[in-house]
């Protein structure tokens, strides 16, 4: 539960970190017909998990909400990490003939106007993705598809619109029934990957280092 947050179509949660705690990003970003005026993210401070587990009850207050439009319109969005090394959101549009990456700043800006999603760049390698990560040290992304998963690597001095351009290396394991959560594993060495259909089993692929 987080008090104050409106759950309109959360699509994708991001864990990130900064210097006083952990976060996570909450994003309701779901537009399936591309007709809501902004779309909204929430950043929490990570609740703390005991041996005995979460409390379904915990309610985490709203660290910071960011508010923000699309530059060219609305979008339909499932698919958005936090870069830890310059604090951006990016952003994966859903539908379209070629997915778009947008950029937005990971502070909030005024609360009396929405921010800008920028637009990056067309990513051409595949369609529909439902899901994104970024490595902890932020030179990889690994985007999930209903088919395949992709990931992209980039040097440190590289862009992310550079890095979307090039070939990604496409994973393989076992496709899942509407598959549309993936994340790096704690050190940036393996990816899991689950469904939003049950049963929901846990995959893990070892990456190549």
């Not at 051409?124 to 992209?152: E, I, Q, R």
Request: overall charge negative; some cysteine; proline content about 8%.
């Amino acid at each position: 539960l987080v008090k104050g947050a409106q759950n309109i179509d959360w699509e994708a949660l991001s864990s990130f970190r900064l210097p006083d705690a952990a976060y996570l990003l909450i994003a309701d970003v779901g537009d399936n017909w591309q007709q809501r005026r902004n779309a909204t993210l929430y950043a929490v401070k990570e609740p703390g998990i005991t041996t005995t587990g979460l409390d379904s009850d915990t309610a985490v207050p709203i660290a910071w909400q960011i508010d923000f439009i699309y530059e060219d319109g609305p979008q339909d969005c499932e698919a958005v990490a936090v870069d830890p090394v310059n604090q951006s959101i990016l952003l994966l549009t859903k539908r379209g003939l070629s997915p778009t990456l947008y950029a937005l700043p990971l502070a909030p800006g005024d609360p009396d106007s929405p921010l800008v999603a920028r637009r990056l760049i067309s990513v051409s390698h595949f369609n529909w993705p439902t899901d994104m990560d970024l490595s902890p040290d932020g030179l990889a992304a690994v985007v999930l598809t209903y088919n395949y998963a992709y990931l992209f690597r980039r040097r440190p001095k590289d862009d992310w619109p550079k890095a979307f351009q090039k070939k990604p290396q496409r994973l393989l394991f076992e496709t899942l029934m509407q598959q549309e959560a993936i994340t790096f594993g704690f050190y940036g060495k393996s990816v899991w990957l689950t469904s939003e259909r049950r049963p929901a089993p846990l995959i893990r692929i070892d990456l190549d280092n």
